[in-house]
């Protein structure tokens, strides 16, 4: 199977590194609606719109994501739109019926990312309750629980801890089942992917990092037996006409690095996933660099020339990866650029590989 190229919208403002460097990106609905407009004809397969009610890392304005996946579904054709979505500030049943109607504008296209919470102020400031690491997961599992049954029978009944459902329809159903993403790095994120999720997104890493959370998340689905599951990993690209020019766009991000805002984003996730039974989290083992990145996309490699970025894709592929989600300094120079210049070398690659396998 070809790999798949997914990019973060910039859907909230401050781009996707918290650096005071000056940044070709804007937040509104008519740049992701240009940008979205962009990928698609560029060879990318999704956008993710980021789930965000309350500013940190500096991200002073946020368009909500399924109100903006509902304007990008009748604006774009090809493209899947993957709305974040937060449990606890929704009901599983409301947001069952949102992405069904995205799904129906978009002709099929919806997808949703289940986020289970590490700013405890935006559930402090909206007065619901800030739960245990663990709790949070097993909430989130209950919500994916509850989409599924209202896409998938003509009345669904649901008992859980935190939600229920009464002889409750729903029409018109989704086109197609929605493709449920999540992340998370705790052992209770990747049981959750294990049992229910079908695509776990990953932060960033080295390729031996990344290759052992996808045996560990193989390993629970082989155990609850819930048939295949995908691997996204996410990565900050940046491609130059040469390996000293990326490296350089690299350390100006981060000696421009807003230096209280990545510091405020440390304390916030360190507080999350210490919370957990293992004292283990995403950003756990992250440097203040990596956090600059806030999902750790520098750390995935994918910094370089055209084909020497492409070179690590194929790489991420051969251990498990399917799906390679980005994000960019220039929204307006990069998201085009690469899909022009890496997108191509990578299925050049996977041509001549197959081509081998098959003599």
């Not at 940044?23 to 609905?29: A, E, P």
């Amino acid at each position: 199977m070809s790999l798949q190229f997914a990019y973060w919208a910039p859907n909230v403002s401050g781009g996707l590194v918290i650096s005071n460097i000056q940044q070709k990106t804007g937040w509104s609905f008519e740049d992701n609606k240009r940008y979205a407009q962009i990928a698609e004809n560029s060879g990318f397969d999704y956008v993710l719109l980021q789930t965000r009610f309350i500013a940190s890392y500096g991200a002073e304005n946020q368009l909500e994501a399924s109100a903006l996946a509902s304007a990008l579904a009748a604006s774009t054709e090809k493209i899947n739109i993957i709305t974040a979505v937060l449990p606890g500030l929704w009901h599983p049943g409301v947001m069952a019926k949102i992405i069904s109607t995205i799904d129906h504008i978009s002709n099929g296209r919806a997808s949703i990312n289940i986020v289970s919470g590490w700013l405890k102020g935006e559930f402090n400031g909206y007065g619901e309750p800030w739960l245990d690491h663990d709790e949070r997961y097993r909430r989130s599992e209950e919500f994916i629980n509850v989409l599924r049954q209202l896409w998938s029978k003509e009345i669904a009944n649901y008992r859980g801890d935190f939600y229920r459902l009464n002889d409750a329809p729903l029409k018109p159903k989704p086109i197609h089942p929605p493709k449920i993403f999540q992340g998370g790095n705790s052992r209770a994120a990747k049981e959750m992917a294990g049992r229910v999720s079908d695509v776990y997104l990953m932060n960033g890493g080295s390729l031996e990092e990344i290759k052992e959370q996808i045996n560990e998340v193989r390993g629970y689905r082989k155990k609850h037996g819930a048939g295949d599951i995908q691997f996204g990993v996410n990565s900050f690209v940046i491609v130059r006409d040469t390996e000293k020019e990326a490296k350089q766009v690299l350390r100006d991000i981060v000696t421009n690095a807003n230096e209280e805002a990545v510091q405020g984003f440390r304390d916030s996730v360190q507080a999350a996933g210490s919370s957990s039974p293992e004292g283990k989290g995403m950003w756990s083992e992250s440097t203040f660099e990596d956090l600059v990145q806030y999902n750790d996309g520098f750390k995935t490699g994918l910094i370089g020339t055209a084909k020497q970025v492409a070179n690590r894709i194929v790489e991420l592929k051969k251990i498990g990866v399917d799906i390679v989600l980005t994000g960019f300094l220039h929204y307006e120079e990069d998201l085009k650029a690469f899909g022009e210049k890496v997108i191509p070398l990578v299925r050049e690659k996977e041509q001549q590989q197959l081509e081998e396998v098959l003599k």
